[in-house]
Structure formats: C-alpha cells, structure tokens
C-alpha cells in the first residue's frame, strides 16, 4: 500500500497558477500509473491527468488540455500537477491517485490522497 499526501492547493485569480505536489511513501510507487482527479461541491470525482510509471506517457481530460502538466519524480517520490490559465470551474478538491492501469477512470485508482483544496475567482 502506497500513502500519498497532496499539498500545493490555494486560492488564485483567474488566469493564475498554481503547483500542486503528491508526496508517496510507504510502497513504493514508482511501479504505477498516478493520477489526479478532482472534485466539486455536488459533482462526480473526475480524472483529471495521469502518467506511467516511467513518466513518459501522459493524458488529460479535454478541459484541461493545454492548461495543467502532470509530472513526476521517481527519485524524490513526488508527483506534481502544474495548473496554468486557471479557470473558475477548475474550483475543486483535487486528489493524487496511484493504480495499475492507464486511465481517467478513479474505480482503477486503490490508493488515494486526503485531497488539497483549489479556488479560483473570477
């Protein structure tokens, strides 16, 4: 079981920036798939990107294309969401994820952060 701890969240203006982190202990997670998924007050959990293992092969939902970067550092256990051009509706929880499949879909994700918080006014 791998423990994962998101930190980064904030409060921003439209159009700001923000860097979010995932650190991972416990097993170790260099062997998954991460993601990050978000949250909003009376929505569903949506995936947001995710990365291989390796970090070589990314994907993301089309509302964020262009605008967010996942990355990851195998050698200091973090994953990173770098969260660009932000909008208001990208207003959520946002949460890091690591699983054994390439996907968006959070039922695929076992092990799951506490979340950190990301508001953008308009």
């Known amino acids: 079981q791998v423990q994962l701890v998101e930190s980064g969240g904030g409060s921003v203006p439209a159009g700001g920036s923000l860097r979010l982190s995932c650190a991972a202990s416990?097993?170790?997670?260099?062997?998954?798939?991460m993601g990050w998924f978000r949250q909003a007050p009376g929505k569903e959990r949506e995936g947001v990107a995710a990365?291989?293992?390796?970090?070589?092969?990314?994907f993301y939902a089309d509302s964020v294309k262009g605008r967010l970067t996942i990355s990851r550092d195998n050698r200091k256990n973090t994953l990173y969401l770098q969260m660009n051009s932000l909008k208001p509706e990208d207003t959520a929880m946002y949460y890091c994820?690591?699983?054994?499949?390439?996907?968006?879909?959070?039922?695929?994700?076992?092990?799951w952060g506490q979340g950190t918080q990301v508001t953008v006014s308009s």
């Open positions: 994820a690591a699983g054994s499949r390439a996907s968006l879909d959070s039922t695929l994700y076992k092990s």
């Open positions: 416990g097993d170790t997670h260099t062997g998954y798939w």
């Open positions: 990365i291989s293992p390796g970090g070589t092969v990314t």
